[in-house]
């Protein structure tokens, strides 16, 4: 039974500790005033109290938070519970399927890899004959030297950009000047 005189006058200052059998309201009365199970008129008169007791209003909003930390961490709780297995089932799936898909994958991987090679060599090969067939031109040309074919395809190709050069120049050189 809750023996708490109504609206008592403040008993110890706004702020001041609560002396000892003055009526402030019990922790267990405070909670269940949080907890909304105060008869009407328990609950009526602990509002009572709580207006004039700043003691007794900070005890509650202590309590209030400690309430609320449980019932966050209770919340909180059942969702792994739910949430894992779906999250760990999605994951082995997309782990599984990528597996499938690499395994699907491999051999088109590797026939398309071979071909790279194959197309790699070829071309080396085509370039390579073509570089050698340039280089014996250019050698033709010019004095033989020591340097290799990539060398002398470089000089012949300078050579072409040159005379290309001196075209367009004897070009421009022709037009009527304005
Ligand atoms: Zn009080």
């Known amino acids: 039974m809750n023996a708490h005189p109504p609206t008592p006058p403040r008993p110890a200052g706004p702020d001041g500790p609560a002396p000892a059998g003055t009526g402030h309201l019990p922790p267990d009365v405070l909670g269940d005033l949080l ?57 082995i799936h997309e782990g599984e399927v990528r597996r499938r898909l690499l395994r699907r994958m491999r051999g088109p991987l590797l026939l398309a890899a071979l071909a790279l090679c194959v197309v790699s060599a070829w071309l080396g090969a085509l370039v390579g004959r073509e570089l050698e067939r340039r280089g014996r031109r250019g050698a033709d040309a010019s004095a033989p030297d020591a340097a290799g074919p990539d060398a002398r395809t470089l000089e012949r190709q300078m050579e072409l950009l040159r005379e290309r050069e001196r075209e367009a120049e004897q070009k421009r050189a022709r037009l009527p000047r304005p």
């Open 35 to 91: 907890d909304r199970r105060l008869t009407p008129e328990a609950a009526a008169r602990a509002a009572a109290h709580l207006d004039a007791c700043a003691a007794c209003r900070a005890e509650r909003d202590a309590l209030a938070q400690v309430i609320a930390l449980g019932a966050h961490a209770r919340s909180r709780t059942p969702v792994p519970a739910d949430v894992w297995p779906m999250v760990a089932a999605a994951t």
